[in-house]
């Protein structure tokens, strides 16, 4: 498969679209860690919600 | 009670139910390895046959851009048509989901739209000569980019997500006025940028090569959006768990001092 004489132009629209997407991907399983994390915390600390499953409960 | 009543309230209680947030999580924890699986196979199929298909006669290997470059700018728009409707459901409806709906789709959409204005530029400089030109497309897709980023420094500089909520809602409704002259932008006005060359009265212009792996590439992003949406939608709902417990915690501590006082 030749790019011909644009090929820089073509790979960098691909690898940009691929590292976009991909820190997308990593900021929202890193923030659903953190956002887990900090429930667990608080329940730890005696503090827990009246209603509904706890940190515990997520996968 | 009829049968038809009967069926009516079940699917109504279905409704009532997604709209509980607990059921949501366990929803989405069921959800999205399916969901993640099926974008991941779409997303190999399309970049695959994009790879494949043929040179341009004007072109050449550039037409390449297009796979990537068209899906994100539709869904640039597309993004927003479901805050706005997330925005509807926080005003009229008051749905609980609304605003966390409206809220975890902001920063997608911003991404969406940057790499459509990028690949578009890397498309435009070989083609048109030029990597920009304020023309009423280009302009109009980077005001939309800016009410992205406008939309999400308005999340994060109210604390309260509920008042926070409304007021986004406004701005977003408002901000959907920008959609149809996107749409219409290059009949309404002569730009560099080209027609509508697949959503148009009369069918898609585009050679079927082209055309396919197109569509697979933007039912992929589509899918891509969908997962990552209910993903950060799930995130957002624990964000305000963890707020919630907070302010408990606060306010045990202090009724705690003042008995002590």
Known sequence: MSLGP??????TSYLLVTAVVLILIAWIVIDYRRQKQRLRDLEAGGVVRRSGPGAADLR | MSVRA??????????IDLANPTRFLSLTARLLPWLAAATA??????????????????????????????????????????????????????????????????PIG????????????????????????????LTSVLILFLMYLGLIALWRAVEDPSRAARAAAILTLVGAINLPII??????????????SVMRIGGPTLDRAFLIPLLVMALAFSLLFITLHLA??????????????QLMQAAQVTQASRRSA
């Open chain 2, 183 to 196: 749409k219409f932008s290059v009949d309404w006005w002569n730009t560099l940028h080209q027609p509508a």
């Open chain 2, 110 to 137: 911003a991404a969406f739209t940057f790499l459509a204005l990028v690949t578009g530029s890397l498309w435009g400089r070989p083609m048109w000569g030029t990597y920009w030109e304020w023309d009423a497309r």
């Open chain 2, 41 to 106: 196979v779409l997303l190999l199929i399309g970049l695959y046959q994009s790879a494949m298909a043929p040179d341009d006669y004007q072109q050449g290997a550039t037409v390449k851009i297009m796979f990537i470059h068209v899906p994100n700018a539709w869904l640039s728009m597309f993004v927003w048509g479901v805050m706005s409707l997330a925005a509807l459901g926080t005003l009229v409806w008051r749905h609980p989901l609304a605003d966390v709906a409206a809220k975890a789709a902001a």
């Open chain 2, 232 to 245: 950060a939608m799930r995130n957002e709902i624990l964000r305000r768990r963890v707020r919630a417990l």
């Open chain 1, 6 to 11: 644009y090929a820089t132009f073509i790979v």
């Open chain 2, 6 to 15: 009967t069926a009516t309230i079940t699917d109504a209680m279905t409704l």
